[in-house]
């Protein structure tokens, strides 16, 4: 619902000016919130304006440079193995030489950490001009996937409720049906909160653009 009027900003600044928008940003949300012992206020909303103010100025001016689809699909496997070796490191760094419990997976816990980041750009980047054929399913699931985070992860009573509460995973850890139950329970919420989007794009969103 935020769209039109982010719009409205997008549709009045340059493209150097919106680039500025975007590091500046990018610096306090993604840099500084990646540093450990630095507690940054950072809520799913304001962050994803700052991602639709990115897909946008990709939308309108290109990437700043110009990197080849095959580059950017090479630049997706760097960042995963990066993001992977940040892991290792971390736990081995907690045990080497800290001997206390350190957040191994610091680097891509959460959506603004600079590996999350640096591999969603990449991955975007390399599907975006990867020729598939059109598939109004394909769509249908990928319109809704910004409504399925806000809906599913959007404040930790949320993931309480349906991580703990419904889906009971801690218990699940060490079980012979831990594989099975990691699988169909992401599909399930997946679906699920798909279904709740796509009936609000259907019904509340066309009555609201209306107004």
């Known amino acids: 619902m935020l769209i039109p009027f982010l719009n409205l900003l997008i549709q009045t600044m340059n493209s150097k000016l919106h680039l500025r928008?975007?590091?500046?940003?990018?610096?306090?949300?993604?840099?500084?919130?990646?540093?450990?012992?630095?507690?940054?206020?950072?809520?799913?909303?304001?962050?994803?304006?700052?991602?639709?103010?990115?897909?946008?100025?990709?939308?309108?001016?290109?990437?700043?440079?110009?990197?080849?689809?095959?580059?950017?699909?090479?630049?997706?496997?760097?960042?995963?193995?990066?993001?992977?070796?940040?892991?290792?490191?971390?736990?081995?760094?907690?045990?080497?030489?800290?001997?206390?419990?350190?957040?191994?997976?610091?680097?891509?816990?959460?959506?603004?950490h600079i590996m999350a980041l640096v591999t969603a750009l990449c991955s975007f980047m390399f599907f975006k001009d990867l020729k598939i054929g059109y598939s109004k399913l394909i769509n249908m699931i990928g319109a809704s996937t910004f409504g399925v985070l806000l809906i599913h992860a959007n404040s930790d009573t949320m993931r309480q409720w349906l991580w703990q509460d419904i889906l009971n995973n801690v218990c699940q850890y060490g079980t012979n049906t831990m594989v099975l139950h990691a699988i169909y329970s992401v599909l399930m919420v997946y679906v699920v909160c798909t279904v709740i989007d796509y009936l609000r794009m259907k019904y509340l969103e066309k009555w609201y653009m209306k107004l």
Do not use: E, H, Q
């Open 21 to 112: 928008l975007i590091l500046l940003c990018l610096l306090v949300y993604c840099m500084i919130g990646t540093i450990p012992k630095i507690t940054l206020g950072v809520n799913y909303v304001s962050w994803f304006v700052l991602l639709y103010f990115i897909a946008s100025y990709i939308r309108l001016y290109g990437f700043p440079i110009k990197i080849s689809n095959r580059n950017w699909g090479w630049l997706t496997l760097l960042s995963i193995l990066i993001s992977m070796a940040s892991v290792v490191f971390m736990a081995w760094l907690s045990t080497a030489f800290v001997n206390k419990n350190i957040p191994v997976f610091w680097f891509v816990a959460d959506s603004n």
